[in-house]
C-alpha cells in the first residue's frame, strides 16, 4: 500500500524560500515518476514539477529557474526546494506517484502562502 506524507508548508513573505518534503512509503525506488502539484482556490491542481525513475526532470514554465525538485533515496522523500517565491505560488501543495502495478496516489497535501 503506498503512504505519501508531505510537510514544510507555511507561511512566508514573497522571495522567500520553502522546502517541501513527501515521506513515500513502502520505498521511493518503486515509483515510475513522481511529482509535485499545487491547486489555489478557484483553480484546477496543476502540474509544479515531475521526475521520473531515469531522473528525467520537467517544470512548470511559471517555476522554471526558482524551483527544483530532487528524490533523496535514503530518506525516501521527494523534495521541492522553492527560491523566490510570488504570491501567485500560494496554493496547496500535493505529492503524486504512479507505479504500473500500484497505480497513481496522492497525498494529502500541505498548504503554502505567500504574502506580507
Known amino acids: 500500500q503506498v503512504r505519501l506524507v508531505e510537510s514544510g508548508g507555511g507561511l512566508v513573505q514573497p522571495g522567500g524560500s520553502l522546502r517541501l518534503s513527501c515521506l513515500v512509503s513502502p520505498n521511493i525506488v518503486a515509483f515510475n515518476s513522481m511529482g509535485w502539484y499545487r491547486q489555489s482556490p478557484g483553480n484546477q491542481r496543476e502540474l509544479v514539477a515531475s521526475?521520473?525513475?531515469?531522473?528525467?526532470?520537467r517544470y512548470s514554465d511559471s517555476v522554471k529557474g526558482r524551483f527544483t525538485i530532487s528524490r533523496n533515496i535514503d530518506r525516501d522523500t521527494l523534495d521541492l526546494q522553492m527560491n523566490e517565491l510570488k504570491p501567485e505560488d500560494t496554493g496547496v501543495y500535493y505529492c503524486?506517484?504512479?507505479?504500473?502495478?500500484?497505480?497513481?496516489?496522492w497525498g494529502q497535501g500541505t498548504q503554502v502562502t505567500i504574502s506580507t
Open positions: 503524486k506517484t504512479n507505479n504500473v502495478n500500484l497505480g497513481v496516489s
Open positions: 521526475i521520473t525513475e531515469g531522473g528525467l526532470i
